[in-house]
């Protein structure tokens, strides 16, 4: 394990349906990020959270909200989701400085829209 | 914006043999960092292997090495005596100098033994 956990581990929704992905990391690191995954497309970076304040948001639809409420917790609010935002969702950490450090991921959690 | 790309959708390697997974990445910095992670299947995602751009030396850890060519924006994995475990997809990741960090679309390896 990396030391960061995500939950739940699978979630199936219908479009009607509001669920939240939790992350939590115990490593101390000072940024967190949500990715989606894709099947044979890159990670697309969702969000960004540097000292709890969201410092990035790459366009993402609304019907996605973060929330971060202190630095080793992140969340991931759905609700009317459409079908085409199954995919798997990551959660990451690392120490934003300036030095290479590296993100740990969690498991992720596989989310399949009815 | 930066991009990374991986052009390998998929590879195969016997076991015990050698195999070489590329990348480039388009940057106008110079201070940066690259990355090669390790997704096998079902399972999280681990850091193989880091780069800095200002070393000239390439990483190793054990059986993997990377080839950077700054010049050319190259940063090839390469995996000596591969072994039944190393199947997985493997990403390429640029990190750039403001931490932000960019992946290629990921290179599934498979491992026949």
């Known amino acids: 394990e990396t030391g960061v956990t995500q939950t739940p581990r699978h979630l199936v929704m219908g479009m009607t349906n509001k669920k939240s992905l939790k992350c939590e990391q115990h490593?101390?690191?000072?940024?967190m990020y949500w990715y989606k995954q894709s099947a044979k497309k890159p990670l697309e970076l969702m969000f960004v959270y540097n000292f709890k304040e969201q410092t990035e948001n790459n366009s993402v639809p609304s019907r996605f909200s973060p929330e971060c409420p202190n630095s080793s917790h992140l969340f991931l609010h759905l609700h009317t989701l459409q079908p085409e935002d199954s995919a798997l969702y990551l959660c990451a950490s690392s120490f934003r400085g300036t030095s290479g450090n590296e993100q740990f991921f969690g498991p992720g959690t596989r989310l399949t829209v009815l | 914006a930066q991009t990374v790309t991986q052009s390998q959708p998929e590879m195969s390697v016997q076991e015990a043999e050698t195999v070489t997974l590329s990348c480039t990445y388009d940057?106008?910095?110079?201070?940066?960092?690259l990355f090669w992670y390790k997704q096998p299947p079902s399972r999280q995602m681990i850091l193989v292997i880091r780069?800095?751009?200002?070393?000239?030396q390439n990483a190793t850890e054990n059986r993997f090495s990377v080839n950077f060519q700054k010049a050319a924006k190259s940063f090839s994995l390469k995996i000596s005596d591969s072994q039944l475990g190393d199947a997985a997809m493997y990403f390429c990741?640029?990190?750039?100098?403001?931490?932000?960090?960019?992946f290629g679309s990921g290179t599934k390896l498979n491992v026949k033994p």
């Open positions: 490593l101390g690191h000072n940024a």
């Open positions: 940057t106008s910095e110079s201070d940066y960092y």
């Open positions: 990741a640029y990190r750039s100098a403001s931490a932000k960090f960019y």
């Open positions: 780069q800095e751009a200002y070393k000239q």
